[in-house]
């Protein structure tokens, strides 16, 4: 949170191995976050809460959300 994060690439490698089994709450609220692409978080498989509060989210791609987030409990999109 708060860390005027603008662009998030979660493709490589070193995040698919360090978060896809055992990452279930992510916070990246009061950031500067723009868009959410296509399958973004696919690697997040146990993922349960995601705030995306306080950005400047504009565009949300129809399939950011389509593989591996159906644990998810939480999103927050608000105040953006």
């Given at each position: 949170t708060n860390n005027?994060?603008?662009n998030l690439d979660?493709?490589?490698?070193?995040?698919q191995a360090i978060f896809r089994f055992t990452l279930?709450?992510?916070d990246l609220s009061f950031n500067q976050l723009k868009s959410i692409d296509d399958e973004l978080f696919k690697q997040?498989?146990?993922?349960?809460y995601?705030?995306?509060a306080n950005n400047q989210i504009k565009t949300?791609?129809?399939?950011?959300?389509?593989?591996?987030?159906?644990n998810l409990i939480s999103l927050d999109l608000s105040h953006n």
């Open positions: 005027l994060i603008s979660l493709a490589g490698h070193f995040a279930e709450k992510l997040f498989a146990s993922l349960k995601l705030n995306l949300i791609s129809l399939f950011a959300f389509s593989t591996n987030v159906q």
